[in-house]
C-alpha cells in the first residue's frame, strides 16, 4: 500500500524501531528560543551532558524582545535574565544564536525558513506549538515540551508515539480578499479545537497548490489551533524556488539531490489517509472568531452566535463564558464591533506579503481615531524588506506604530500588551483570554481584514473601505 | 522523574472545556529559568475571583483535578504541567487532552488520566455533592475509583513501565547510542546544518 508524505517522512527519520516501544525519530533541525530551554540547559548541566549536534541547533531571542528601544538595556528585570540565560546557555554549549540587534534575529519561525534551513522533508522542533509552521515546507515539524528539548539536545532523536493522517482537501479558488488566514480559521471552526488531535494533517488540493510559500506557512502555523501534531503541504515548484539561494540551501549537486529527493515527497495515489476533511475554496469569505479559542470563528458576514443554538452541552457554555468574557451580545453583527487595537505581526501573519498586503490597504488611509495600530515584523530581515519597499512609511502616515521584529503583542511576555478591557483585531494565532494582556480582547483576523478594521474601527473587511485607493475585495 | 505507582486524593471539579495553557500558566510567567515557583501562577486570571473552584475553603489540599474536555489545548509550555505539580496536583482527569500537554505531563510523573465525558460527569457530581470524597488513582490496575465510580483506563504500556518505575527518558535513549550515531553515518551531505562543516 502506498504511503502518506507524513509516513514517507517518518520513515526516513527511524533510527530505533522495537516491539513494544515508541519508534525513535532522529531530528534534522532543532530551532530554541529563550522560553522553553533554560531548564533543558539545567538539566544537560545536572547530568554533565553536552549538546550532541550543534550543527543541527540554533537559537534566536523572541518572546520576551521589547519591540521599541532595542538600543537599551531590556526593562524588565526578570525578562532581562531569561534573555541573558539564552546567551549563557548558548555560549557555554556552543550554539549559534541570533540575538536582539542581530540582523536574522526575528520569530523563529521566521528565522528559520527564511535561512533556508527549513527544508522539504526533514524533521524540525522547537519549545513552541507554532513549529508546526515549517510544515509547509514538507517537513515534519512539530512543537514539543522542555522535557523534549532537553532530550533533542542531548540525543538529537525523540522516541514517538504514532501519529494518524488526515487530508484536508481544499478544491477551488478563494475568492478576492479571501486569505489563507480565511482559509485557516474556517477549518479550525468546522473541525474544531481538538479535531485534529493525533493527526498529522495534509493539506491538499488546487487552493493549497496555488499559494504562496508564505500562505502556507500561515496554513501550517495554526494546525496546533485544531489540536493538530503537525500540518504539512506537499513541496513543490513554489517550494523549492522560495529555497533556492537562501544561506542554508543545498547547492550544486547538492542541490539536484535534494530536488530529486524531494519531488519523491507527496502522498502516493493508492495511499489511505484515517480522515478526510474538503472544504470548497470559492465558498469561503473573510473569518473572524468571536470566541476565547480558535474554533470559535464565524464569517465576517455573520453575526456573534446565540449559545442557546450550541447543542452540545460543554460548547453551549464554553460560548457563554466566550461572551461574557468578549464582552459581546448575542445577535450583534460582527460587523458592528468596534475595536481599540490592532496588531499585525506574529509566526502566523508577520512575514513581508502580510505587511504588503496590510499596506496595501492602508496607503492613502487613516488609522480610526482612537485606535492603536502596531505593526510589527517577524523578523529584522523582514524590517528591512519593508524599509526597502517604502511600507514602514505607509504605516506611519496612516497613524500606525512601525515596531522592532518580535512576537510582540501575540502574547503577554513583553511591554506589547492590551490594557484591560481592550479589544484587539489582531493577525496572530490565539484568542484565549488574557492572552495578549491581562483582560484583553482578541478577535483574530487576516492582514487585510485587520488593516481595513484599523481605518473603520470596527471589524471590516477591504470591501467595507468606501474612498478605495488600491484594494478590491 | 517521581515514580507514580498509584494516589489517592480529593478532588477538584474544573466545569470548563478548553482550559488552554495560557489559563492553566500566564505568559508572564513563563519568564522564570526554574522548574519551580509557579504554583501562584496556576489559574492565576480565574483565582482573583473568589468563587472560583480553587479559592473554596473545602478544596484545599485537593490533589485530583477532575477538568472538562481538550484540557491543556494551546501552547507547549511545560510549564503549564509544573504549576499544576507544583500546587499539589498528582493527576489530572479529563475526556481530551491536547497531544503536547499530555506527553509534558507524562514526563514529568503528572498522570493524566483519559475517561470518557459521562465518567467525568459522575466524578464532578460526586466530588460536588461531598468535597470530602477521595478519588484514587491507580496506574498498577489502570483504575481510577471513587465511590460508586470504578472505571479503567487506557494508557502506553511503553510510557506506564517509565511511570512506574520513574525512569529517565534520555538514559533510556542513551543505550542505543549505536544506533544514533549510524543513523548519522547515512544522512545525506545536501541536509541542512547551521553552522559550518568544520
Known sequence: MGRTLAEKVWDDHVVRRAEGEPDLLFIDLHLLHEVTSPQAFDGLRLAGRKVRRTDLTIATEDHNTPTLDIDKPIADPVSKVQLETLRKNAAEFGVRIHSLGDVEQGVVHVVGPQLGLTQPGTTVVCGDS?????????????????????????????????????????????????????????????????????????????????????????????????????????????????????????????????????????????????????????????????????????????????????????????????????????????????????????????????????????????????????????????????????????????????????????????????????????TSNRNFEGRQGKGGRTHLVSPQVAAATAVLGRLASPSDLSDRVSVEA | MEKFTTHTGRAVPLRRSNVDTDQIIPAHWLKKVTRSGFEDGLFEAWRKDEDFVLNRPERQGASVLVAGPEFGTGSSREHAVWALQNYGFQAVISSRFADIFRGNSLKNGLLTVVLPQETVERLWELVEADPAAEITVDLEAREVRAEGVTASFELDDNVRWRLLNGLDDISITLQNEGDIAAFEATRPSFKPRTLPVA
Open chain 1, 130 to 426: 507554532h513549529t508546526s509552521t515549517h510544515g509547509a515546507f514538507g517537513a515534519l515539524a512539530f512543537g514539543i515540551g522542555t522535557s523534549q528539548v532537553e532530550h533533542v539536545l542531548a540525543t538529537q532523536t525523540l522516541p514517538l508515539a504514532p501519529f494518524r493522517t488526515m487530508a484536508i482537501t481544499v478544491e477551488g479558488e478563494l475568492p478576492e480578499g479571501v486569505t489563507a488566514k480565511d482559509l485557516i480559521l474556517a477549518i479550525i471552526a468546522k473541525i474544531g479545537t481538538g479535531g485534529g488531535q493525533g493527526y498529522v494533517l495534509e493539506y491538499r488540493g488546487s487552493a493549497i497548490r496555488s499559494l504562496s510559500m508564505e500562505a502556507r506557512m500561515t496554513i501550517c502555523n495554526m494546525s496546533i489551533e485544531a489540536g493538530a501534531r503537525a500540518g504539512m503541504i506537499a513541496p513543490d515548484d513554489t517550494t523549492f524556488e522560495y529555497l533556492k539561494g537562501r544561506p542554508h540551501a543545498p547547492e550544486g549537486e547538492d542541490w539536484d539531490a535534494a530536488v530529486a529527493y524531494w519531488r519523491t515527497l507527496t502522498t502516493d495515489e493508492d495511499a489511505v489517509f484515517d480522515a478526510e476533511v474538503f472544504i470548497d475554496a470559492n465558498s469561503l469569505t473573510p473569518f473572524v472568531t468571536w470566541g476565547t479559542n480558535p474554533g470559535q470563528g464565524a464569517p465576517l458576514g455573520a453575526n456573534v452566535p446565540n449559545p442557546e443554538d450550541f447543542e452540545d452541552p460543554q460548547e453551549r457554555i464554553a460560548a457563554e463564558n466566550a461572551l461574557k468574557y468578549m464582552g459581546l451580545e448575542a445577535g450583534t453583527p460582527l460587523r458592528e464591533v468596534s475595536v481599540d487595537a490592532v496588531f499585525v505581526g506574529s509566526c502566523t501573519n508577520g512575514r513581508i506579503e502580510d505587511l504588503r498586503a496590510a499596506a496595501d490597504i492602508l496607503d492613502g488611509r487613516q488609522v480610526a481615531e482612537g485606535v492603536r495600530m502596531l505593526v510589527v515584523p517577524g523578523s529584522v530581515r523582514v524590517a528591512l524588506q519593508a524599509v526597502e519597499e517604502g511600507l514602514d512609511k505607509v504605516f506611519t502616515a496612516a497613524g500606525a506604530e512601525w515596531r522592532h521584529a518580535g512576537c510582540s503583542m501575540c502574547l503577554g511576555m513583553n511591554p506589547d500588551q492590551l490594557a484591560p478591557g481592550e479589544r484587539c483585531a489582531s
